[in-house]
């Protein structure tokens, strides 16, 4: 009976839809596993289609491509150490999230999921067959467990497996960061281990889907829940895990423990790396955006420039005649200290050649909120006409206080294939301006020190749609409409929690109103980085029309 044991586990970042790709990335892992004489090489969930996969994994044609991809994989690692692989798997007319082990050139074994998460981006209930309990798989004369991602936050699945013979548990997952989960993950790991008495492998990818950025930071923990290896969080990495056997069962080594920041880095990092693979798996190495001289746009462009570099990043200023010449000065101060081409685009002939044609149809009318929105979306057709010529996508740059209660211009500056920022608290905006300001790190391709100078963070925010606007003329102050709409949004509360939480029912109601009616634009609106449990897309999903209000 061997006494030493080595996995090596693989946390990568999977393109969704790249089988080929994928088994490539998946191979090379094994390739290291094998070279530093592994016994198990482990990747994470559904590696082989990328996660998550949404409907597209239902589709016959994918999933049949991505279990032959995997049994050419099973050929190619026939020699040398077990590889275990998320992936999709069929049994007569049932579909389910697998994680096969590969061994002799061939599938040897397969854990199916049991519990299905329906929740927030998740739906695999409708998506999956849910998997019976089962037993652990052996490789060599060891017996492993595998619970799948949401599997290991349910004691049943651990302990079936305990129960019937697993001597450590490998948890493959596919989980998506939001502010603060990493604490949550180690607590139900923990329970994991105490309850077994087994060592826990917790295994997660990396990268930016869509909305979603896994952040890795895989950790291995021995019975009691001390920690015995820490894996960065955001890389893409491999380590070699060694277990040696006791009197009281396998023990994993330490090894090394990877800082784990703060969550205002984490937040930061995970904007930066969101921007980054969305371009990069969406065919886009450009980026250009509207920068006003207000603080939003400010740090979209630092996160542009921190995700792929200056000389990528185009940045434009559409002044009207209600802007500012320190809303001018800003900009260029901005622009100039990130170091990237900057372009001065003024929409008055634009802006006129508009109002003269609607003119005979307006006449009679006083000037209202159509002439500001007119404004803003020149500026959206301007920006979208660049990005269509020079081949760069157009961020967008609204806040989650703003997304929240529809104050932005839907088809003008709600333009845009992605926004960095569409999860952050325009409060939180001002305090993510002065980290950046504060710290830099090696992952940031942008320039160290002050990017953004405090006039931008200091000054009443406006939308420069008429004279002397500021956006408190039209809402809450922002440390109250962010408190209330973390009620509303982000804890799901009522009015009557707004009250007692100190807030005005009058106050209190006029925001629900606009987030309700908002709902319209936010299903138009771009996808963004998703930091917390309640963002605005697959976290969030409420009809467009709806009358019902809070009645309290």
């Known amino acids: 009976m061997t006494d030493r044991f080595r996995v090596t586990l693989a946390q990568l970042n999977p393109i969704v839809g790249d089988l080929s790709g994928n088994a490539a990335q998946a191979l090379k892992?094994?390739?290291?596993?094998?070279?530093?004489?592994?016994?198990?090489?482990?990747?994470?969930?559904?590696?082989?289609?990328?996660?998550?996969?949404?409907?597209?994994?239902?589709?016959?044609?994918?999933?049949?491509?991505?279990?032959?991809?995997?049994?050419?994989?099973?050929?190619?690692?026939?020699?040398?150490?077990?590889?275990?692989?998320?992936?999709?798997?069929?049994?007569?007319?049932?579909?389910?999230?697998?994680?096969?082990?590969?061994?002799?050139?061939?599938?040897?074994?397969?854990?199916?999921?049991?519990?299905?998460?329906?929740?927030?981006?998740?739906?695999?209930?409708?998506?999956?067959?849910?998997?019976?309990?089962?037993?652990?798989?052996?490789?060599?004369?060891?017996?492993i467990g595998s619970p799948i991602c949401e599997d290991g936050w349910h004691e049943d699945v651990a302990e079936t497996l305990e129960e019937t013979g697993a001597e450590f548990l490998l948890i493959p997952n596919g989980s998506p960061y939001y502010r603060d989960k990493m604490e949550v993950r180690f607590n139900h790991m923990v329970a994991r281990t105490i309850e077994t008495g087994l060592p826990v492998i917790y295994l997660n990818m990396v990268g930016g889907q869509d909305d979603q950025v896994f952040d890795g930071g895989t950790f291995v923990l021995n019975p009691g829940g001390a920690l015995a290896l820490q894996m960065p969080v955001f890389d893409a990495a491999v380590a070699h895990l060694d277990f040696v056997r006791t009197a009281d069962g396998w023990r994993a080594v330490d090894g090394a423990k990877a800082h784990l920041p703060d969550a205002w880095e984490q937040d930061y990092r995970v904007m930066v790396e969101s921007l980054r693979d969305y371009l990069r798996k969406s065919g886009f190495s450009k980026v250009l955006l509207g920068l006003s001289g207000g603080v939003d746009s400010a740090i979209v462009a630092a996160i542009a420039v921190d995700a792929i570099g200056a000389e990528n990043v185009r940045c434009v200023m559409l002044p009207s005649e209600y802007t500012t010449r320190e809303s001018l000065d800003d900009a260029e101060a901005v622009a100039k200290a990130l170091g990237v081409h900057y372009d001065y685009v003024p929409i008055d002939e634009g802006r006129s050649a508009i109002t003269n044609s609607l003119a005979p149809l307006f006449a009679g009318r006083d000037a209202d909120v159509t002439e500001e929105n007119i404004q803003s979306r020149l500026r959206g057709l301007l920006l979208m006409a660049m990005s269509n010529k020079f081949g760069e996508m157009l961020l967008t740059t609204g806040n989650k206080s703003e997304v929240a209660v529809g104050y932005a211009t839907i088809y003008g500056d709600m333009n845009g294939g992605y926004n960095p920022i569409k999860d952050m608290y325009k409060t939180r905006v001002f305090e993510t301006c002065r980290w950046r300001n504060a710290n830099h790190r090696p992952w940031m391709n942008g320039p160290k020190g002050e990017v953004i100078r405090p006039n931008v963070i200091d000054k009443p925010p406006t939308a420069e749609l008429r004279d002397d606007q500021k956006d408190s003329d039209s809402l809450p102050d922002y440390p109250e409409l962010d408190a209330i709409l973390d009620i509303l949004v982000d804890q799901d509360g009522s009015l009557a929690d707004c009250v007692a939480a100190g807030f005005d029912h009058a106050v209190a109601k006029r925001v629900e109103h606009l987030l309700y009616i908002s709902e319209y634009k936010r299903f138009q609106s771009a996808p963004g980085a998703r930091l917390t449990p309640r963002a605005f897309w697959l976290d969030r999903r409420y009809p467009i029309v709806n009358q019902w209000r809070d009645p309290s």
């Open 29 to 143: 892992a094994w390739q290291q596993g094998r070279d530093a004489g592994a016994d198990l090489v482990a990747l994470p969930e559904m590696f082989i289609t990328g996660y998550n996969t949404q409907d597209l994994v239902m589709k016959p044609g994918f999933h049949r491509a991505a279990i032959a991809e995997v049994e050419k994989l099973a050929l190619a690692v026939a020699d040398g150490p077990a590889l275990a692989i998320g992936s999709p798997w069929v049994e007569g007319d049932k579909l389910y999230n697998a994680y096969l082990i590969l061994k002799g050139g061939k599938i040897a074994s397969r854990q199916l999921k049991h519990h299905l998460p329906n929740e927030t981006v998740f739906d695999e209930v409708r998506i999956f067959s849910a998997g019976p309990l089962g037993g652990p798989y052996a490789v060599g004369d060891t017996r």
